[in-house]
């Protein structure tokens, strides 16, 4: 894919929005992360990677916001520069679960990659025992690709991880015709 410069990158639906993550952020991402509640599920960063990834071209880390500017969540993508359009969905973190803010989330995030990125592919691993992870990308359309069996050591022995995807003609369009992209840069 060709290189993007965007400065600023709003995407908003009717409840939420994703905005680019700025460094005055992080409090909130790295308490997001190192939850109880989430960092069983993520590989928690040191701030200086989350500065990392919000200044690369090849990343794009969003906070999601309500309606009414409440932070509820991040979301990171990688492969931006990625030749074969393959984009990874890294990670999504939500704080107030059970509302639906992360499957909306999910579901503006692969309108933004296949309608304004133009990627052929959007995958993620998520590890194999996050069953609500799971069926919530399940519901938004990705599908089991493989799995890393036991991956990633733990304290108490190995957890493997589920590679998910979805390919652009397998992404449905219409339900994400309320989406409102704005976009403040050079171009994407």
Not at 93 to 111: C, F, P, S
Not at 126 to 135: D, F, I, P, S, Y
């Amino acid at each position: 894919m060709e290189q993007k410069f965007i400065s600023t990158i709003v995407i908003a639906s009717e409840h939420i929005q994703l905005s680019r993550t700025g460094e005055e952020d992080l409090d909130f991402v790295l308490a997001a992360e190192n939850d109880p509640e989430n960092s069983k599920y993520v590989m928690v960063w040191p701030r200086e990677k989350h500065i990392d990834t919000i200044q690369s071209d090849n990343y794009l880390h969003f906070i999601i916001h309500t309606k009414d500017s409440q932070k509820v969540g991040y979301i990171i993508l990688a492969g931006l520069q990625n030749s074969h359009r393959s984009v990874e969905l890294v990670r999504i973190n939500i704080v107030d679960k059970g509302r639906g803010y992360g499957k909306e989330a999910i579901r503006l995030l692969t309108h933004f990659v296949f309608e304004k990125v133009n990627a052929h592919r959007l995958w993620l691993d998520v590890k194999e025992h996050n069953l609500r992870a799971k069926h919530v990308y399940e519901s938004a359309g990705f599908q089991v690709e493989g799995m890393l069996r036991e991956c990633i050591r733990t304290e108490d022995g190995y957890e493997s991880l589920i590679i998910m995807g979805m390919l652009k003609h397998e992404y449905e369009y219409p339900s994400c015709r309320s989406f409102k992209i704005e976009y403040e840069g050079k171009r994407i």
